[in-house]
Structure formats: C-alpha cells, structure tokens
C-alpha cells in the first residue's frame, strides 16, 4: 500500500496569522504538491480572495464550522482527494479560528479508510503574540463553553508563536510562560509573518496519539460533547458599489477604536472608487491594514469578475443595522456621500 498522505492541522484563534501562514508555505520551495482544505468562520467567506494564487488546489467548506456541522463535508473532500490519480505529497486543513482542533484531528482516527490512508502530521497552533493573553483568560465565555483559544494552544504539536514584532521581549516572555502553562510539550517557533522554516513545520512526524488520549481521555469517542460559545457571531457583507476610500477608512478606524475589545476580527475585499484594483482591509481588534491587489495582496479582479464589497465583522454585541448602515454611507454614489 501507498505511503499515507502527511496531513496538517492549522489552527490559531481569529487573526492570529493561519492565511498569512499557508500564502508562506504556498510560496516556499518545499517541492510538495499540496492541497489546502479552508474552513473559514462567519457569514461572508472572504479568505478565497486572500489566499494567494498558485498552481496548489485549496477546497473551501463555508457551510458551518470544521469541528462540529462540516465534519462530513471533510471527510467526503479528503475521500475524493485520496481518488486521485495525481495523488498529493500533503494536505493542509486551515480550520476557523474558534475550531477545537480535537475533533478535527479525531477525523483521521475514527474514518476507516482515512485512518489507514492518511498520516496526521502535525497540529500546529499559530498564536497572535499581541492578543493571546485576552483570549486564553477571556472570562466572558459562556458556562459550559469551551475556550477553543485555550483548547488550540493545548493540542498543538508546534506552535508558531507569532506576529513577535508588535510586542517587547517581556510582552513576548509573558506569552511563552502562559503557553508553556498550558502545553509544556509543544515547541515554541517564533516568527514575524508566520515565516517558519518550513522543514520545522512539514513532514515533521509529530502528532502523538498517546499525548493527546492524556491530555483528553475521550478523543477517539466520536459522540464526546463539545459545546461552543455562541455569543461570539459574524455579521457579513455583500455589496456591489464602489466605496469612498477615505470615508470607508474613516468609519472602520473609528468603528475598531470604539469597538475593538469586541469584535475580534474583521477583514474585507473592497471595491474603491477610482481604482480598478481589489483592496484589501484587515482587522484585529483595534489593529488594522488596508492593502491593494497592486502591492501583492489577495488576487488581482479575475477579467469579467463582478466586483462585490465583500466584509465580515466577528465578536459580541454586534450591531448588524448599524454596521450596514455605516456601510452603505461610505459608498461613493451613496446620498449620503453627497
Ligand atoms: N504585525 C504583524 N502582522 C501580522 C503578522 N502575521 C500576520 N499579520 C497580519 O495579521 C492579520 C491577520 O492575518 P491572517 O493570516 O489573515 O490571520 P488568520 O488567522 O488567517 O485570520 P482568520 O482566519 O480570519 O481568523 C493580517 O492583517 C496579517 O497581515 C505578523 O507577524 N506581524
């Protein structure tokens, strides 16, 4: 029988750098052919756009979460990928950033042929180094829930501690003694841009099955409860127009300065008015970037493509009018823009 296909697992609470990470290893010379299995979290997918085109073929499951609704979906797309003809070296699975990796990784124990077929590799865990700590001591989750920031760091195999340049060596220190709290087993790799080398993350052979059965005793029941917090929501938006640059800038810094402590994440593809190129904002609480298909990010407007505003908004106590509203007055034709 064939040599089983290396799967990885990535995972990492919203924003931490999973898309930034898989556009590293899609670019580096590791002379693999790679599939990307995506699932992302929230009503508008807009990560399609973000993950940067190569010949790599990357599946997309948006109809509801990796770890709980979708399971079957991964399991069907991992069954057709093991059809193949041209079979593939790896496969990445970049699960939403609220995911419990466990179930995911479950996957590959209790499915019979994937279980003989596929190798999981590694569950690596990429970690904001600014934003973690609020995460991992979040005191507003809901009784019963799971904190799938503290569950993500638990089950990684690696963790790519990452965006070190936003915080001091005593910030960063902070993060790694919480981390090493949590899992002393996993190796830490600091990176800027998730740029890890990639024979520390690839076809590394370190998922162990007897760690995580210690660290959860029920992995391989696949009826073990597992219970989100549903506070946490997306609201999503999908518009044709072009947007004002610098109103749309102005309502998504003032709305990230006001709100950022709740909404966790927000990042869209957009349409400015005067410039052909797909632009691109991205939020982390109160951090955030515009950037252009001109300067290399997300992919240029494909000939013929309708050009949708495309944006999601992730945390609590969001307000759905007011954030359309808000929206709609940014645009170039709006009445409001007069
Ligand atoms: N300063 C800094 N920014 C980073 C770094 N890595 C990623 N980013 C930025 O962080 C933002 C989020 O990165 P993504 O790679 O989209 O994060 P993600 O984990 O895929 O996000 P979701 O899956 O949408 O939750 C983007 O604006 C990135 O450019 C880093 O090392 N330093």
Not at 189 to 214: H, K, N, P
Not at 223 to 236: I, L, N, P, Q, Y
Not at 321 to 335: G, H, K
Request: aromatic share 6%; hydrophobic share 40%; charged share 30%.
């Amino acid at each position: 029988m064939a040599e089983p296909i290396s799967v990885t697992v990535i995972t990492g609470f919203l924003g931490s750098g999973k898309t930034t990470f898989i556009n590293h290893i899609l670019t580096g010379n590791h002379g693999k052919k790679i599939a990307i299995i995506e699932n992302e979290f929230g009503e508008v997918g807009v990560d399609d756009g973000l993950v940067i085109e190569t010949k790599e073929e990357v599946f997309e499951m948006n109809n509801g979460c990796i770890c709980c609704t979708v399971r079957g979906d991964l399991i069907r797309i991992m069954h057709k990928l093991l059809k193949r003809k041209n079979r593939f070296d790896a496969i990445l699975i970049e699960t939403t950033g609220l995911a419990d990796p466990a179930p995911v990784a479950q996957t590959f124990f209790v499915d019979d042929e994937l279980k003989d077929r596929v190798r999981l590799d590694a569950i690596l865990t990429v970690v904001d180094a600014k934003h973690i700590l609020k995460h991992l001591d979040d005191t507003q989750i809901e009784e019963g829930a799971e904190n799938e920031a503290v569950e993500q760091v638990a089950f990684a195999d690696r963790i790519l501690l990452n965006k070190v340049d936003l915080v001091s060596e005593d910030e960063k220190q902070a993060v790694v003694r919480r981390i090493k709290s949590i899992n002393g087993a996993a190796e830490i790799i600091e990176t800027v841009q998730a740029r890890a080398d990639l024979d520390q993350v690839l076809g590394i052979r370190a998922f162990s099955l007897d760690r995580i059965l210690e660290e959860e005793p029920d992995f391989l029941d696949p009826d073990a409860e597992h219970t989100h917090s549903s506070d946490v929501t997306s609201v999503g938006i999908e518009a044709e127009g072009n947007l004002d640059f610098s109103k749309a800038q102005r309502w998504l810094s003032t709305l990230l300065r006001e709100k950022g402590e709740d909404i966790f994440r927000s990042k869209g593809i957009l349409c400015f008015a005067g410039s052909d190129d797909k632009h691109v904002f991205q939020g982390v609480h109160m951090l955030m970037s515009f950037s252009s298909s001109a300067e290399g990010a997300g992919r240029p407007w494909a000939p013929g493509e309708t050009r949708v505003n495309r944006l999601v908004f992730i945390g609590r106590h969001l307000d759905r009018a007011a954030l359309n509203d808000s929206f709609r007055s940014c645009l170039a034709s709006s009445a409001a823009a007069a």
